[in-house]
């Protein structure tokens, strides 16, 4: 018996259809890093990073304990509490990211995982949940309603070192 072309053909696009969907679904559990966990290839990227932004982390994570005070005592409504973390972005290469804290229950971190727009294809484009303990802090930064912030290390040290390289000798 034969079958029309068409007919197989519309066949064979929804079986490629259907057996594409499983891997849309699935989007990759985005991996929150520490040093005790970090993949042997990342580990050399890990390394320079912690050489270069040594005293501004220092900083951070001699501040935390203040910080996570202030949050398990309770933000005002508007204010916001985010810390920031390192995520694999591939086999040898990690980026930093930023997540909204939701609870903190001992040295555990609840938190939404904000989604990077220079990295949609390691990211999904919402908010992703994850747990991870407190010695993947690599920053925080407490977010008030007024805008003011507090924290911000890190980003702060980073942002004025890129104002410098972006200034031009005489």
Do not use: C
Request: aromatic content about 6%.
């Amino acid at each position: 018996m034969k079958t029309p072309t068409g007919f197989t053909l519309s066949l064979l696009a929804a079986a490629a259809v259907l057996l594409a969907l499983p891997a849309v679904a699935q989007v990759a559990t985005p991996v929150v890093l520490t040093i005790a966990t970090a993949p042997a290839g990342v580990r050399p990227a890990l390394a320079r990073d912690e050489t270069a932004l040594a005293d501004p982390v220092r900083e951070a994570l001699r501040t935390l304990p203040q910080a996570k005070k202030k949050f398990l005592a309770g933000l005002p409504i508007g204010d916001q509490f985010l810390l920031s973390v390192r995520v694999i972005a591939t086999d040898t290469s990690f980026r930093q990211a930023s997540v909204r804290v939701l609870g903190w229950h001992g040295n555990t971190v609840q938190a939404l995982l904000l989604p990077d727009k220079a990295a949609v294809a390691t990211t999904p484009a919402e908010p992703t949940a994850v747990t991870f303990p407190e010695t993947a802090v690599v920053d925080w930064t407490l977010l008030r309603a007024s805008g003011r912030e507090e924290g911000n290390y890190v980003g702060r040290y980073t942002d004025t070192a890129r104002q410098v390289e972006g200034m031009r000798l005489r």
